[in-house]
């Protein structure tokens, strides 16, 4: 069964700065989606970026951005110029067409200071 | 294009109670996954819908139960209630071709005392 581990359960960094969130995962799968999603605070998640697996080149979402590494199962994102909005709850997940479903790992809790 | 939309927002219920959640998708959204929120947990699938049918299944007992209507909206049932079952309840909706890409509602946040 595929698994999603995110090994941060918080981090804090100051407004402005760059900040990296851990994922990785396990599957047996060569073709699968990996996405990022955000949860603010009382508000609803959204996707930040995804990935697709066959895709060697990174995604990048505006200050968004992701560091695939296939062999090593590791899917971080990175957000850069960090910014009071940023401060939520960031989700890891993975999509494979075996188990056709999309498993989350159990999350970061960011917060961005002023 | 209105968003996914879950009632009610909140509820309480007692140990023994049962209770319906209800999820209304994205138009034009034909699946409907439900996951389980909760501090220590993150997101634990629950199932999803797909025209009327239950396509997957995530690994909770039988008192979690759900269906879908023929106008993609779809329920979710708990009962038996259980200390454990308070959670936030979250519904997405997604449409092919984009395979795995959810939208999520904002939740229902069931306390059981």
């Known amino acids: 069964a595929q698994t999603v581990t995110q090994s941060q359960p918080e981090m804090s960094v100051q407004e402005a700065e760059t900040v990296t969130l851990s994922c990785t995962y396990d599957t047996s799968e060569n073709n699968y989606y990996l996405f990022w999603y955000k949860q603010p605070p009382s508000r609803q998640m959204i996707l930040v970026i995804r990935?697709?697996?066959?895709?060697?080149q990174n995604a990048t979402e505006n200050r968004f951005s992701v560091n695939f590494q296939k062999a090593a199962k590791s899917f971080s994102l990175k957000i850069s110029d960090s910014q009071l909005g940023d401060t939520a709850m960031y989700f890891c997940a993975f999509f494979g067409y075996g188990d056709d479903k999309i498993i989350f790992g159990k999350g970061t809790r960011l917060h961005i200071l002023p | 294009k209105a968003g996914v939309t879950q009632t009610p927002r909140y509820l309480i219920k007692t140990r023994g109670q049962q209770v319906t959640l209800s999820c209304s998708p994205i138009s034009g959204h034909r699946s409907v996954s439900w996951y389980q929120q909760t501090p220590g947990q993150g997101l634990q699938f629950l199932f999803e819908y797909f025209s009327e049918t239950q396509r997957n299944k995530g690994n909770f007992p039988g008192r979690f139960s759900g269906r879908q209507f023929s106008n993609s909206r779809s329920e979710m049932n708990v009962s038996t209630l259980e200390l454990g079952d308070s959670a936030l309840y979250l519904c997405?909706?997604?449409?092919?071709?984009?395979?795995?890409?959810?939208?999520f509602g904002e939740g229902s946040r069931l306390t059981v005392l």
């Open positions: 997405a909706s997604r449409s092919d071709p984009k395979p795995g890409e959810l939208f």
């Open positions: 990935q697709e697996a066959y895709k060697q």
